[in-house]
Antibody, heavy 120, light 106 residues
Framework: QVQLQESGPGLVKPSQTLSLTCTVS??????????WNWIRQPAGKGLEWIGR???????NFNPSLKSRVIISEDTSKNQFSLKLTSVTAADTAVYYC????????????WGQGTLVTVSS | DIQMTQSQSSLSASVGDRVTITCRAS??????LNWYQQKPGKAPNLLIY???TLQSGVPSRFSGSGSGTDFTLTISSLQPDDFATYYC?????????FGGGTKVEI
């Protein structure tokens, strides 16, 4: 059973870079049928897709964040990572990593989520 | 971007009620529409994919229907565990987008 777990600092200063890692267990991020995604949710609000990476390193991003997002993978550690640059208070949210099954087109499973607060 | 609209931000219901949640896409998504359940402090959980296919392990009281731009999630007999927020999500085109959510309250 595939499980995902986010990790990283819970507090980031304005203008700095948010960095998170998602560790995948029970399956390989090199599997050809899956994309590996980042999704965020501000407190009390809805879900926003940030972007994804495929096993060959190809990435796709939400245009609203594209200029500030980097998603990378480390297949040796079975991890993928998110960097969001020049953060502001508007980037405060719970950040989730999730697997996207390209055969059926849905997010499953998800990590438990990690709260990142942007504040000085 | 395809905008996903859940017209009901919240609804009140009782145990045993039949509940219908709607989702509308700003353009066709064919049947590339998924439903998720989210409880407070937890990650979303996949209920239905491809508009009407029940995810393994999800109770049969949940069902989905629709195609094109209009979709429905139905809970045939609401149970105490079903009080949560429900999101639709389209996987027809990038960027992948979610509806604003419908909170089912007592």
């Amino acid at each position: 059973q595939v499980q995902l777990q986010e990790s990283g600092p819970g507090l980031v200063k304005p203008s700095q870079t948010l960095s998170l890692t998602c560790t995948v267990s029970g399956g390989s991020i090199s599997s050809s049928s899956y994309y590996w995604n980042w999704i965020r949710q501000p407190a009390g609000k809805g879900l926003e897709w940030i972007g994804r990476i495929y096993t060959n390193g190809n990435t796709n991003f939400n245009p609203s964040l594209k200029s500030r997002v980097i998603i990378s993978e480390d297949t040796s550690k079975n991890q993928f990572s998110l960097k969001l640059t020049s953060v502001t208070a508007a980037d405060t949210a719970v950040y989730y990593c999730a697997r996207y099954d390209s055969n059926v087109g849905c997010f499953d499973p998800w990590g438990q989520g990690t709260l990142v607060t942007v504040s000085s | 971007d395809i905008q996903m609209t859940q017209s009901q931000s919240s609804l009140s219901a009782s145990v045993g009620d039949r509940v219908t949640i709607t989702c509308r896409a700003s353009q066709t998504v064919l049947k590339f529409l998924n439903w998720y359940q989210q409880k407070p402090g937890k990650a979303p959980n996949l209920l239905i994919y491809a508009a009407s296919t029940l995810q393994s392990g999800v109770p049969s009281r949940f069902s989905g229907s629709g195609s094109g731009t209009d979709f429905t999630l139905t809970i045939s007999s609401l149970q105490p565990d079903d009080f949560a927020t429900y999101y639709c999500q389209q996987s027809y085109s990038l960027p992948l987008t979610f509806g604003g959510g419908t909170k089912v309250e007592i």
